[in-house]
T-cell receptor, first 113, second 109 residues
Framework: DAGVTQTPRHEVAEKGQTIILKCEPV?????LFWYRQTKIQGLELLSY????????DGGAFKDRFKAEMLNSSFSTLKIQPTEPKDSAVYLC???????????FGSGTRLLVI | GQQVQQSPASLVLQEGENAELQCNFS?????MQWFYQRPGGSLVSLFY???GTKHSGRLTSTTVIKERRSSLHISSSQTTDSGTYLC???????????FGGGTRLTVRP
């Protein structure tokens, strides 16, 4: 089975740039999540979609972060404009029917300079 | 305040020793899930544990809802157990995960 695919694996951006991270969930999974992981804050929820509908939009991240899910097999996370404090690992996960059926991608490591 | 707190933040063991990782939560719980993350790697689910005790090889998870805690026991640790262990509270809709800060485990040969 294909897992969750995230691209790119690494991204370096200059402050003020726009970057787009991509995620392909596990086929058939209805829930999709974007998380940000840093050493200080740990894992923080950015966005949560159910059947392509936005269910939760992490309040602190609304300003410059926008996640979209135009079809059931593809999601993007846009950060505009980027700031150095956005440097982190961005993880995408999808969930199937089972309560424990979460699959995480390998993440995109973003460095903003 | 934080809904999910893990302890210890880090732990160093000699191979063969046992480990007990703790997770405490401050809100009502639907369920608890434990994940493992290797440095630079993705999260892998270890246990989905609404309550009681579950076993998987050398791992044991125990969740006591009324005490608002969950634990992960690793017996006879191996160097390959090194990594970060994360607990996550599953909300009532059974979807969103709220993570603890993690325990970074290092097992030395």
């Amino acid at each position: 089975d294909a897992g969750v695919t995230q691209t790119p694996r690494h991204e370096v951006a200059e402050k003020g740039q726009t970057i787009i991270l991509k995620c392909e969930p596990v086929s058939g999974h209805n829930d999709l999540f974007w998380y940000r992981q840093t050493k200080i804050q740990g894992l923080e929820l950015l966005s949560y979609f159910r059947s392509k509908s936005l269910m939760e939009d992490g309040g602190a991240f609304k300003d410059r972060f926008k996640a979209e899910m135009l079809n059931s097999s593809f999601s993007t996370l846009k950060i505009q404009p980027t700031e150095p404090k956005d440097s982190a690992v961005y993880l995408c996960a999808s969930r199937g029917q089972g309560a424990a059926d979460y699959t995480f991608g390998s993440g995109t490591r973003l460095l903003v300079i | 305040g934080q809904q999910v707190q893990q302890s210890p933040a880090s732990l160093v063991l000699q191979e063969g020793e046992n480990a007990e990782l703790q997770c405490n939560f401050s809100t009502s719980l639907n369920s608890m899930q434990w994940f493992y993350q290797r440095p630079g790697g993705s999260l892998v689910s270890l246990f989905y544990n609404p309550s009681g005790t579950k076993h998987s090889g050398r791992l044991t998870s125990t969740t006591v809802i009324k005490e608002r805690r969950s634990s992960l026991h690793i017996s006879s640790s191996q160097t390959t157990d090194s990594g970060t262990y994360l607990c996550a509270l599953v909300n009532n809709a059974g979807a969103k995960l709220t993570f603890g800060g993690g325990t970074r485990l290092t097992v030395r040969p």
